[in-house]
């Protein structure tokens, strides 16, 4: 039996047919081993077997009735009173929850769910694209995106099934999402990849080149760019992108809404002595921009917190 294996048979073996009990355990096992060299594949079956214990009635509550979460009212915390003024939803970290505040503008009040989900669904999904159930892995993946309108991986998978499908049109769409509510080099990169694949496929050339070029600039060893652009030879320079990105109604880089919020919040908590917070929001500009006066920001906000 290999490492992997061991940890998960202890898991298991110490689940005790006690729903609400059970679902916090497995909540805590998939915290507790995150960062770890199995956190991934941990984190997969604890995110199984959560979803095992929800009945079909729960799960698709899950879906429908975001704004109660009453799955986690029900399972996890009985004490704890339903918020009927609260939208819950399922964040993979701090600056993906003031995106939703900022750009979805939910009519209620943003919470975080205590159950992740997201990553339920999320696996569920990719579960079941391995198993080539492709429309039910659309279907898993876009109730993950309902827990997590703004997360990139969520979209990207969801993205695979629609091209599995040859739903290309949706994939249009959902890459012009992924790329509006990219934050990290390497997603704006992928979402840039997604995009190009689209216009690929649309047989349009120069629209897919320019999002590939865009894409190494963000990912230089971007693997779907670099091929497509060795396979078509065409070379574009920068004001050719940004009339390309202009005619095919597209961004040209990272949302500049993004740097904005980004920004802002930094000096916000800067302003408040957060220094692990606006380091964490000027992070983000750096790694989208490469400006030397962030860089130069950041060193000194290191200096200040050591």
């Not at 399972?75 to 399922?90: H, L, N, P, V």
């Not at 990290?184 to 070029?213: I, N, S």
Request: glycine residues 6%; contains cysteine; negative net charge.
């Amino acid at each position: 039996m290999t490492e992997v294996e061991e940890i998960l048979k202890q898991i298991k073996e110490r689940l005790t047919g006690d729903k609400k009990q059970d679902l916090k355990y497995l909540k805590g096992q998939m915290e507790a081993f995150h960062g770890h060299e199995f956190g991934g594949e941990i984190a997969k079956e604890c995110s199984r077997l959560m979803y095992d214990l929800l009945s079909e009635e729960e799960r698709n509550e899950a879906v429908v009735e975001m704004g109660k979460d009453r799955v986690v009212d029900i399972q996890i915390d009985e004490d704890e009173e339903e918020e009927e003024d609260a939208q819950y939803y399922s964040f993979y970290e701090f600056f993906e929850e003031i995106m939703v505040n900022e750009f979805v503008k939910p009519d209620k009040a943003v919470r975080r769910s205590e159950i992740p989900h997201a990553d339920i669904f999320l696996n569920r999904g990719m579960d079941l694209m391995s198993e080539g159930k492709y429309e039910e892995a659309k279907e898993s993946f876009a109730n993950a995106r309902k827990w997590n309108p703004v997360n990139a991986h969520i979209a990207f998978c969801y993205m695979d099934s629609l091209i599995a499908l040859d739903q290309w049109d949706e994939v249009h769409e959902t890459a012009l999402t992924a790329i509006y509510y990219a934050f990290r080099p390497d997603t704006v990169a992928k979402g840039f990849a997604y995009l190009g694949r689209y216009f690929e496929h649309q047989g349009e050339k120069k629209p897919a080149a320019a999002c590939f070029h865009i894409a190494l600039q963000f990912e230089a060893d971007q693997k779907e760019a670099l091929a497509s652009l060795k396979k078509s030879g065409i070379h574009l320079k920068e004001k050719e992108i940004k009339k390309i990105a202009e005619e095919y109604e597209f961004l040209p880089g990272p949302n500049p809404a993004i740097l904005a919020l980004a920004t802002g919040l930094g000096e916000q908590l800067f302003g408040n002595q957060m220094i692990d917070g606006a380091t964490y929001c000027y992070n983000i500009v750096y790694g989208l921009t490469g400006d030397d006066k962030v860089k130069e920001l950041m060193e000194g906000l290191a200096k200040i917190n050591m």
